[in-house]
Each structure stands twice: as C-alpha cells, then as structure tokens.
C-alpha cells in the first residue's frame, strides 16, 4: 500500500488548508484513515481518524475547527482545517489500518508540511 498525501502549505492564522490522502495498491478493505501531525521538537499525536463506518473521533485541540472526511471509491482521506493556529504548525501524516495476515497492519505516508503564520 502507499499513501500520497498533499494539501500542506503557509497560511496566515485564521485561513484555511485541506489535505488529501490516496492510497494506491493493495487498498481492499481498508479499515481505519486518521491524520496525525508532529510538530518539531514534539511526539506524534492523532489529530483525527474515520473509521469505515464513518464514524470519527477528533483530538480535542482541533475539535470544532478540523473535519475528516473520507471518499472509498478513490481510497482518499481528508482532513478540512478551518480557523488555523499557529500552534497547528507541523508535518501532517495520514495513516490507514486494513488486514494483514491474520491481523491488521498500518500504513503511513510521507507527511505534508503545514505552516501557520501569526
């Protein structure tokens, strides 16, 4: 499986970004795509996952502001930021869960720079 993610970009404080993720490959039965961000000097913490319910659970600094969203007929997560921080600065990574074997595997991909401006 590989995942390209794009969106990322500079943007002043209060703006707006979306961010996309496909995954290409062998995508049948994906189960959970989520957002993830790591900011410098920090660990990586879930921002927003979906899962193949379209039920989704957000981090609670990006509630009311982020929406994920997912389209399975292109294997595509979203992630919609509105009213951008400064401290939403960092690398966003998506992720998808789906079977591997006797179990479930995750997949990441190459992550997409955001930069918000104050």
């Known amino acids: 499986v590989q995942l390209q993610a794009s969106g990322g970009g500079l943007v002043q404080a209060g703006g707006s970004l979306r961010l996309s993720c496909a995954a290409s490959g062998r995508t049948f039965n994906i189960r959970d795509m989520g957002w993830y961000r790591q900011a410098p000097g920090k660990q990586r913490e879930l921002v927003a996952v979906?899962?193949?319910?379209?039920?989704?659970n957000y981090a609670d600094s990006v509630k009311g502001r982020f929406t994920i969203s997912r389209d399975n007929a292109k294997n595509t997560v979203y992630l919609q930021m509105n009213s951008l921080k400064p401290e939403d600065t960092a690398v966003y990574y998506c992720k998808i869960n789906r079977p591997y074997g006797l179990g479930y595997s995750d997949y990441w991909g190459q992550g997409t720079l955001v930069t918000v401006s104050s």
């Open positions: 979906i899962s193949s319910g379209g039920n989704t």
